[in-house]
Structures are given as C-alpha cells and as structure tokens.
C-alpha cells in the first residue's frame, strides 16, 4: 500500500513553454502533498505545501506565480512550471501524506519527473 | 541546507561499518529521519527518531541525542549496493520535513 506515482517520469521541453506535472496517490487520499526540487548532487528543497481544496504554501523564494500548484481533489496534486527556462531544469520529487498512517510526518515520495529545458 | 550539517562524502570498504554523523539547529524540531536515496531516484525511508536512543533495524540503526542536536546513521556489514546518498532531515511545523545536503558514501570492494 501506499504508492504515489508521478507523471511524466521525465520531460523535455523548449523554454518559453509550460510544463505540468501531476503526482497521484494510488491507494490511499491524501489531504496534504509536499514539492521538492533537488538540483544534481543536492539535496531535496522543499517548494511548497499542497493542501486539497486550498491555496498552495509556498517556501521562501519560491515564486508561485512560476510554480503553479493545484490540489484539486484528495488524489491528485499537479505542478505546472510556467514559461520554464534552462534554470528551471531540475528532478521534482512530491510526496503524499496519509492522514491514517502512523503520524503527522508518515511521508511517500513518488518516483519523480526529471525535467530539461533546452 | 537548513540548519543541517553532514559530511558531503564518504568512503567505507565492502564488509566494514560506517557511521554518518548529523548535526542539527534544535528549535523546532520534531524528529529527525534519515533517507537513502540512489541517483535518479526518489529517496527512501530508513528511520525515523523522535526519543533519544539507539534504534536497529537489521544492518541499519539510528542514534538521536536531542539535547546536543546530533544523530548518527551506522551501516553494518556494508554491501556494495549500499553506495548511494543518505539524507538526514528533520521534522518541522506544518508536517513539513526539511532535508540535509546528503552524503555520497561510496563503497569499495
């Protein structure tokens, strides 16, 4: 049990151009979902909180008007980075809370989307 | 990043033990985890520390001291498909869980 599954695994895209990307828990609803991007040989920077039904926390410095966030139902969360740039080319990782597993920090991560800017 | 210190790399021989030391700012903090993570791929859970102690779970255990702000992750009986980065993070509001840098621990034969 337990499975968040993310979508596409990997994209490229011209930059200039949007690129969304959906995390879904599979077998289990999921109230609130974490964004990361980690950077090669980094490691994972949280960029914003996402609540089902509400607005999106962001983290300091990460401008939510480039990371849209939607959180539409309690399955699926989607980023879409707007007007992406070649500095936007990172691995996005989300993962999914349970609000019935072992505690506020009971956390699965998806397999993450690599995204190029060219 | 964020208040957690760990060394950036490691090296360990196949068979040996290694411990990964992490420090971390105190305030706020709500256990600290400890994640492997192999390139290209989405981090794992290994441990999750909320009293002070040593937990073991098979070759990995974990050790919290939350009054010093220090944890460590030792690795047992290494195996070569141990090579990867382990992360250290900690709890913190919100259900939030900040992470580390990583170290890369490599091993060799």
């Known amino acids: 049990g337990a499975v968040v599954s993310q979508h596409p695994s990997w994209v490229i895209c011209k930059s200039g151009t949007s690129v969304k990307i959906e995390c879904r828990s599979l077998?289990?609803?999921?109230?609130?979902m974490f964004w990361y991007r980690q950077f090669p040989k980094q490691s994972l920077m949280l960029m914003a909180t996402?609540?089902?039904?509400?607005?999106?926390?962001?983290e300091q410095g990460v401008e939510k008007d480039k990371f849209l966030i939607n959180h539409a139902s309690l399955t699926l969360s989607t980023l879409t980075v707007t007007s992406a740039h070649p500095e936007d080319s990172s691995f996005y990782i989300c993962?999914?809370?349970?609000?019935?597993?072992?505690?506020?920090?009971?956390?699965?991560f998806g397999p993450g989307t690599r995204l190029t800017v060219t | 990043g964020q208040n957690i210190d760990q060394p950036t790399e490691m090296t360990a021989t196949e068979g040996a033990i290694v411990q990964i030391n992490c420090t971390y700012q105190?305030?706020?903090?709500?256990?600290l985890f400890w994640y492997q993570q192999h390139a290209g791929e989405a981090p794992t859970f290994l441990s999750y520390?909320?009293?002070?102690g040593l937990e073991e779970k098979g070759r990995f255990s974990s050790f919290l001291s939350r009054s010093k702000g220090y944890s460590y992750l030792l690795l047992k009986e290494l195996q070569m498909k141990d090579s990867a980065s382990y992360l250290c993070a900690r709890g913190s509001s919100a259900s939030k869980i900040i992470f580390g840098s990583g170290t890369r621990l490599s091993i060799r034969p």
């Open positions: 105190t305030s706020g903090f709500n256990g």
């Open positions: 077998d289990f609803q999921a109230t609130t």
């Open positions: 996402s609540n089902e039904g509400s607005k999106a926390t962001y």
């Open positions: 993962s999914a809370r349970d609000p019935q597993g072992g505690g506020p920090y009971e956390q699965y």
């Open positions: 520390n909320v009293l002070d």
